[in-house]
């Protein structure tokens, strides 16, 4: 495909191959919170975790990109205590609000979570395998050429890390699973997403009423 073309189609997409490198991030996105929540601004905290190897990577241009990364994921939710609860909740429910703020900042984790997952919890189906990835993909290669130019080998990583992300958030017992576990949602979380109206993402976390 002409670059040009490729340009256009990427212009037009709400959809993001990005999470191939901007992944889950628990880790990250805990030591981010926390500094926030230090009354530190945005640009002081890029810096301490910069200059102090927060994150433990390699360089620091890495460093910096994922910090702004993990900045710009938690501005997502729109929500002050929800950082706050990311930087101080115990694991579980930090990373349920770390998956939450994946949804509102890639337009690909949250059609996944509403379309796949919430779908299924609506419908009281608990069943789940490779099949429900690949025909989510399929739909949607069939609905945007932008996602439709993506290399198989850029479809398996995203598939790898959404599957990642519902372990890690116990959706998934591993990556054979063939079955959704009955997640609960954090009342912290719920309040937030009702307060916000955004209860259309409630299904995602198995929230049903």
Not at 48 to 75: D, V
Not at 119 to 139: A, C, E, G, T, V
Not at 166 to 179: C, F, R, S
Request: charged content about 25%; aromatic content about 8%.
């Amino acid at each position: 495909m002409p670059k040009a073309m490729d340009k256009v189609l990427k212009e037009h997409s709400p959809y993001s191959a990005v999470i191939t490198r901007e992944q889950f991030l628990f880790h990250e996105m805990r030591i981010t919170a926390k500094l926030l929540n230090e009354d530190l601004d945005k640009d002081s905290v890029i810096n301490k975790i910069t200059s102090e190897n927060l994150f433990q990577y390699p360089t620091e241009k890495s460093l910096k990109r994922m910090a702004i990364t993990c900045i710009k994921r938690l501005e997502a939710m729109e929500d002050d205590t929800l950082i706050d609860a990311i930087a101080v909740q115990p694991n579980n429910v930090a990373k349920q609000i770390c998956l939450y703020a994946m949804m509102r900042q890639y337009r690909l984790v949250w059609d996944f979570m509403l379309t796949v997952i919430g779908d299924k919890y609506k419908k009281f189906d608990n069943s789940y395998s490779k099949m429900d990835l690949n025909i989510f993909f399929i739909r949607l290669q069939e609905q945007d050429s932008w996602v439709a130019s993506w290399s198989d080998s850029t479809i398996t990583k995203i598939r790898q890390v959404l599957t990642r992300i519902l372990i890690d958030n116990e959706y998934l017992d591993g990556v054979n699973a063939d079955h959704l576990n009955p997640v609960l949602i954090n009342p912290v979380l719920e309040n937030s997403i009702r307060s916000a109206g955004k209860e259309i993402a409630l299904p995602a976390f198995n929230c049903l009423m």
